[in-house]
């Protein structure tokens, strides 16, 4: 069977697989990309989540042994719930489309699992091919190879965009040393659009596909310590991720494919419930957030981001759960967040919450190691406190 021929083959079984769309590319290195990512680097506009060594990001000889082609590989997913979760007592907080389902990583590597499967079985006179299948965690630029494998292009918010599907895609790619027919890239299609530029709340898209991470509220939602409060607002009731920037694309409109019953939403789990989980154990977290790509954080935080979103949401009646919060959760980032929170949800100084949180602030201090920033939080939360109007005097 000739190259082209396999190539041929290696399509048809991508779609027996169930992979919604497959391109080939050179093993040529991405080093054009090399000025970019040294500039984002120096201005602080990296979120430490990226693979780290550059040299290997865009040299896939770094990472593979002669390699000669790059399989790209593209997976829709739902952007709606078929049925949302029951109306109840409890406020509800919501997960960014791209985390619903099983973590799409397991499913990826899957689908990339059978495909390098069906491979072998079609070139059965080639003992010596080889492969390296990754997703985001691994080395290579997930849409700089699907661009070039022509995929789709990357639009200004720096997703990848396919014709079929929009940006509501998953994407992988598997090095391998058999060579093939390169297909075309597809050059940028924004045109003169801005709409995701406009519609990020923190400015964090550069207008040119590439972004400020620091800002970015996806990142923003899945750090662990304090969310600085500039960005605690602009989160709403989202816990995990964003995808604003998808929302508004005009390429987006009307797109939602179910075709992957993996990637079908639990409405309880992408829309919970978030009182309950302020005091959720580890197993509970495990059980019921586990299979998600939005546990990967784990429960800090996730609980973090609920207090944030009770807040967000005006939700007054939950102060004496966040009240226990302050008085009982082991960890300090959550305490003072639920400090800021109780505060921004009062309307008037009532006396005994000011001694309760000074109360709380003075325990912080017992800490070997008190985190300055924490004590900072208490410190403006009881401040703010201090600055409201009294609590009329209803004795008589």
């Known amino acids: 069977m000739t190259n082209e021929l396999l190539k041929q083959a290696i399509i048809k079984a991508s779609q027996e697989i169930g992979i919604d769309k497959i391109g080939f590319t050179t093993a040529d290195n991405f080093e054009h990309l090399r000025p970019s990512l040294v500039a984002q680097k120096a201005a602080g506009h990296t979120t430490g989540f990226e693979h780290q060594n550059l040299d290997e990001r865009l040299n896939p000889d770094q990472i593979f042994d002669q390699p000669q082609s790059i399989i790209a ?6 952007t709606r719930i078929k049925q949302r979760p029951p109306r109840t007592e409890n406020i509800r907080g919501q997960f960014a489309r791209a985390s619903w389902g099983i973590d799409y990583h397991r499913i990826l590597d899957n689908k990339m699992a059978q ?4 491979i072998k079985q079609l070139a059965t006179k080639n003992n010596d091919i080889k492969f390296k299948p990754m997703v985001d965690t691994g080395e290579l630029i997930d849409v700089a190879v699907a661009q070039r494998a022509g995929l789709g292009f990357i639009g ?7 014709e079929e599907f929009g940006s509501f895609v998953y994407l992988g790619e598997i090095i391998t040393n058999i060579e ?3 297909d075309e890239p597809i050059a940028n299609q924004c045109g003169t659009c801005t709409r995701c530029i406009d519609a990020c709340p923190p400015s964090a898209l550069l207008g040119d596909g590439r972004l400020n991470g620091q800002r970015c509220l996806s990142y923003q939602t899945q750090t662990k310590n304090l969310m600085p409060k500039e960005f605690r607002p602009m989160i709403r009731n989202v816990i995990y991720g964003c995808d604003i920037c998808q929302i508004v694309c005009p390429f987006n409109k009307g797109k939602n494919f179910h075709f992957h019953a993996e990637m079908e939403p639990d409405p309880e789990a992408v829309m919970p419930e978030l009182v309950p989980m302020l005091t959720m154990s580890n197993k509970e977290f495990k059980v019921k957030f586990g299979p998600m790509s939005g546990s990967w954080r784990g429960k800090k935080p996730l609980q973090r981001n609920a207090i944030i979103a009770l807040v967000n949401s005006k939700a007054t009646s939950t102060i004496p759960q966040l009240l226990e919060v302050i008085d009982h959760d082991p960890r300090p980032v959550i305490r003072a967040t639920a400090t800021w929170a109780v505060v921004e949800l009062s309307d008037l100084r009532n006396e005994a919450l000011l001694n309760f949180l000074t109360s709380a602030r003075t325990k912080e201090t ?3 190691e008190v985190d300055p920033e924490i004590l900072d939080e208490y410190d403006q939360a009881i401040a703010k406190l201090r600055a409201l109007p009294e609590l009329p005097n209803t004795t008589n």
């Not at 590989?73 to 739902?78: D, H, T």
């Not at 495909?115 to 069906?118: C, F, K, M, S, V």
């Not at 200004?156 to 396919?162: E, H, K, Q, S, V």
Request: net charge positive; no cysteine.
């Open 156 to 162: 200004r918010n720096g997703l990848l965009i396919t």
């Open 180 to 182: 093939f027919t390169p």
């Open 115 to 118: 495909l390098i499967t069906a």
């Open 73 to 78: 590989i593209a997976l829709a997913y739902p």
């Open 366 to 368: 017992s800490v070997a």
